[in-house]
């Protein structure tokens, strides 16, 4: 396949693919938990009491044990239940009176399971002997393990490369395997269940399967560019993860190219505010209502230029693309259908802005040059001269 062609096909799949991209409603979302340590310590800490309200007994244990089983040797198995659950335990020996903190600790008379949860497979600091030594005392076996949501065994040093590495993934993917097999549980316990699923689905599960007008989009598009043979392939598996690292290969280049033609743009639109808009306006106004350009905000406020105005004026930008998206959805009279290949003017107000403004100045206008064109003096013009501070 060609390089237009291939352009072609991840061009018009995208919408397709970014609608199940986009976030959708999660109430991890949206009370933003799990993005500390110890509120997640707490989901995995009530799933794994088999006396806790989620009623599903000790199936949480025996998950995870068997994760944790699998990775040992025959002899070093560990029983998969009657554990007792334990949180913020305090791991000092007298023998290293350092203070350190297991996240959760599963106990038996006999063995122990020492659990570190992170984001990664990391010990960031925790004393990995000292984890063994606390599970190991009164001739207990011991297991540390590390269960994060990534792993990265280049991350695991300082004794935690002998840790048992358990995934989020792993181990909820097999509590969906066994819920979805208890039918008489999901129908007793509707609230449990859905917030499991609330939990399988933001640390799981990533991006939304696509709608049916979705995917009929999507098989369109395969046919229109020539790509539609790769559904009579086999294996399909394999030919699946050979399409999807050619599209993500094509795509990573565009997306590279296409910032850097937004950084061109930026430093173009710019020079034309300070060699053009900015003399313009102030000759024009008879006296420095713009004092300087300044092009300076980064993320998603970076591709613009501000035209900085007196103290107790309101600064005026000139925004395209990406900044451009932004302020339409945040002004108080957004631009009903916005052509964002064109240049969009906003007026300061407060925090926010009051006006926004799209322009006949197109991006590819600004990269070719605008040695004297006008169209962006005048809409400064209008903003400035209609504001209430000016009159």
């Known amino acids: 396949m060609d390089e237009s062609a291939l352009t072609r096909m991840v061009t018009a799949l995208v919408p397709t693919m970014s609608r199940s991209l986009s976030e959708q409603f999660n109430v991890f979302r949206v009370m933003r938990h799990g993005t500390h340590e110890k509120q997640l310590s707490n989901v995995f800490a009530w799933l794994l009491r088999d006396d806790a309200t989620h009623h599903l007994d000790d199936a949480f244990q025996r998950i995870l044990l068997a994760r944790v089983n699998s990775a040992l040797s025959p002899e070093e198995q560990l029983p998969i239940a009657g554990f007792r659950v334990l949180q913020e335990v305090d791991t000092t020996t007298a023998a290293d009176p350092s203070k350190d903190i297991a996240d959760i600790v599963l106990l038996r008379d006999d063995a122990a399971v020492m659990i570190e949860n992170f984001e990664t497979s990391d010990g960031h600091g925790h004393d990995y002997e000292s984890y063994l030594a606390y599970g190991s005392a009164n001739g207990r076996r011991s297991v540390v393990v590390m269960l994060c949501g990534r792993q990265e065994r280049q991350r695991l040093s300082l004794g935690w490369e002998d840790a048992v590495v358990v995934t989020y993934a792993e181990v909820l993917d097999d509590l969906r395997t066994h819920l979805d097999a208890n039918r008489r549980w999901r129908a007793d316990n509707p609230r449990q269940d859905a917030f499991i699923n609330e939990l399988v689905d933001h640390f799981v599960e990533g991006p939304q399967a696509m709608t049916l007008h979705d995917q009929l989009t999507f098989i369109k598009t395969m046919c229109e560019t020539g790509e539609s043979a790769r559904y009579g392939r086999r294996p399909m ?138 169209r962006l003096v005048s809409v400064v013009l209008t903003l400035m001269r209609d504001h209430p501070l000016s009159r």
């Open 237 to 374: 598996t394999s030919t699946a993860e050979e399409f999807a690292a050619q599209v993500a290969l094509h795509a990573q280049r565009q997306f590279e190219d296409s910032r850097s033609t937004l950084g061109a743009v930026k430093r173009a639109l710019r020079e034309h505010a300070a060699r053009v808009v900015r003399p313009r306006v102030n000759e024009l106004l008879g006296t420095e209502a713009i004092r300087s350009v300044s092009a300076n905000f980064q993320g998603q406020w970076e591709w613009s230029s501000t035209l900085v105005t007196p103290e107790g004026e309101p600064n005026i930008f000139l925004e395209f693309g990406p900044t451009a998206v932004t302020e339409n959805e945040r002004a108080p009279e957004p631009v009903s259908e916005p052509d964002y290949s064109r240049v969009f003017i906003t007026r300061e107000a407060g925090a926010g802005i009051d006006r926004i403004i799209e322009t006949e100045v197109t991006l590819e206008e600004v990269l070719a040059g605008l040695p004297d064109d006008g």
